[in-house]
């Protein structure tokens, strides 16, 4: 089930997040529209992690607000903002994955939050023929249908992102954050991970946002780029209109 | 006189002043029993009686040694072989009990539960129920119930759910919470990301210290025979006090032999479970 054209968007205006009295995202305002692809660049501890987790309301602004498909994430009740989440596929930095669990019932997981309890617990035990189909087709999406009995923890590090990549999309979701999704992955498997996500919401008219530290692989494959500094939008932009001067002081910054 | 020495208030360590006192309270204590090293010495007649026993070891009865065996008692071996199944059933019931009691405290007691006032109360059940042994509760029983195979079960089901819900809140807390975060993060609820999240990781080792506890509970369940309930501690006593040393070492042998089973089970399973 793909999202509707319009679903996906967010506005962020004034948003500013301080953890314990020290400011971690200071004024962030801007827009991002549905089926849009977009990456935020920027050295560690720039505020990268914590811009993505409030787009899934894992974290609230202290000041400012997030709004997403035109609801103020913090004006929603608990179950509200669960149900909000479930349609917002997360691949987190290291792959959040149950090891000794089989590839097919890790992907499963990702709908537990819309689902009862007792078909979750079925679900994650013995998924039933339709769950299994399910995930076969989204593993030969992500390019490892032989693995779906295998046990998560005898894939490499490449392999296990893509069974969280299927998660996420296990969701069917309208939107899809990736939090430098490549970070554990060999730098060589790292290109084609990162192709592999972006065509895949490409293809499902999903919202793509991804932390990424590795610049050359965002100006590649992301048409727009939203740089953090301390906190703060350095740059928000097409990423063809960033002269090679720019890349240069961001290279720099990134090597630091 | 060297200046630095007199910073130092003790001419000995503060490791050195702990490792002293627990050796003077030794003394004191050794003092407290009277005891003297000519109890050690065994008298004449517990020489001979530890050496017929010792000597029993290596031939182990597989006959009655009584010369009068009544009308209608099963081959000794079989005897044996049935004592060695009620044991294990007095233990399987009683661990089928405190594995589910303890599954349920267990969770309770673990972050998981969501309110430190449940917490708290779990915790609170868990210590009362595991700081009493399962032989005091079996004196308890018995003075309430009689001797019924259930006050045995319910002897031991006691203190192992304190000691399996403690361990397996314990496992609980332990278990990485990555996972768990990414399906809080995918609109899972709180409770059913930590069940769906952590009891998976954790599960390998709560059935092999569950495992580890069943074998306790069959050792328990055979130490409750010397009250009268029907296990094989019921007949070691028995025989012992018949001064039937050969027959006692059969039922020790049959004991071990299936401790031993057990850890070749248990061994196996954990191979399968092994990350």
Request: some cysteine; aromatic content about 10%; hydrophobic content about 50%.
């Amino acid at each position: 089930m793909n999202p509707a054209p319009d679903e996906g968007t967010y506005q962020l205006n004034n948003v500013s997040v301080t953890f314990a009295q020290t400011p971690v995202l200071s004024d962030v305002s801007f827009e991002i529209e549905a089926g849009e692809v977009l990456a935020i660049v920027g050295p560690s501890g720039a505020g990268k992690t914590t811009l993505l987790r409030l787009l899934n309301g894992m974290v609230g602004p202290s000041q400012g607000s997030v709004c997403h498909d035109r609801a103020n994430l913090q004006s929603l009740s608990t179950s509200q903002l669960r149900r909000v989440r479930a349609r917002i596929g997360f691949v987190h930095q290291s792959h959040n994955l149950i090891p000794n669990l089989r590839v097919v019932q890790n992907v499963v997981a990702g709908k537990l939050g819309q689902r009862g309890f007792l078909k979750s617990a079925r679900s994650m035990i013995r998924p039933h023929s339709g769950d299994q189909a399910g995930v076969h087709a989204l593993l030969e999406r992500v390019g490892i249908p032989e693995k779906l009995f295998e046990r998560t923890d005898k894939l490499s590090g490449g392999q296990t992102q893509r069974v969280a990549l299927a998660r996420a999309l296990f969701q069917e979701p309208k939107v899809l954050l990736a939090d430098e999704p490549v970070a554990a992955v060999d730098p060589a498997r790292a290109r084609d991970l990162i192709r592999l996500m972006v065509d895949l919401a490409r293809e499902d008219n999903l919202t793509l946002v991804a932390c990424m530290h590795d610049l050359s692989l965002a100006r590649e494959f992301f048409p727009r780029m939203i740089g953090l500094r301390a906190g703060r939008v350095a740059f928000d932009t097409q990423t063809d209109e960033i002269s090679e001067e720019v890349f240069d002081e961001l290279y720099s910054l990134a090597a630091r | 006189m060297d200046p630095r020495e007199l910073k130092r208030p003790l001419p000995v360590s503060r490791r050195g002043v702990v490792l002293f006192s627990i050796a003077a309270l030794g003394i004191i204590a050794a003092f407290a029993l009277e005891l003297s090293p000519q109890d050690l010495a065994p008298h004449a007649g517990g020489v001979e009686i530890a050496r017929e026993f010792f000597s029993a070891a290596l031939s182990p009865a597989i006959d009655y040694e009584a010369e009068f065996v009544p009308d209608g008692a099963p081959p000794f071996l079989i005897r044996t072989l049935g004592a060695i199944r009620r044991t294990l059933v007095f233990a399987a019931f009683a661990m089928s009990l405190a594995i589910v009691a303890g599954l349920a405290l267990g969770f309770l007691a673990s972050s998981g539960s969501g309110s430190a006032t449940i917490q708290l109360i779990a915790r609170l059940i868990i210590a009362a129920a595991r700081s009493v042994h399962e032989l005091l509760w079996a004196v308890v029983f018995l003075a309430a119930f009689g001797i019924s195979p259930a006050s045995a079960v319910i002897a031991i089901a006691i203190p192992f759910t304190g000691v399996l819900a403690k361990i397996f809140s314990e496992l609980l807390d332990e278990a990485p919470d990555d996972a768990a975060y990414a399906l809080r993060a995918a609109g899972t609820s709180r409770l059913r990301a930590f069940l769906f999240g952590r009891l998976p990781s954790a599960i390998p080792d709560m059935a092999a210290y569950s495992f580890y506890r069943f074998e306790c509970a069959v050792r328990s369940s055979a130490v409750l025979g010397f009250f009268g309930f029907e296990t094989i501690g019921y007949y070691i006593k028995a025989s012992f006090e018949n001064l039937h040393y050969h027959e006692v070492w059969t039922y020790l042998y049959a004991l071990i032999a299936v401790v031993l089973a057990f850890e070749y089970w248990s061994a196996a399973l954990r191979k399968r479970f092994a990350v």
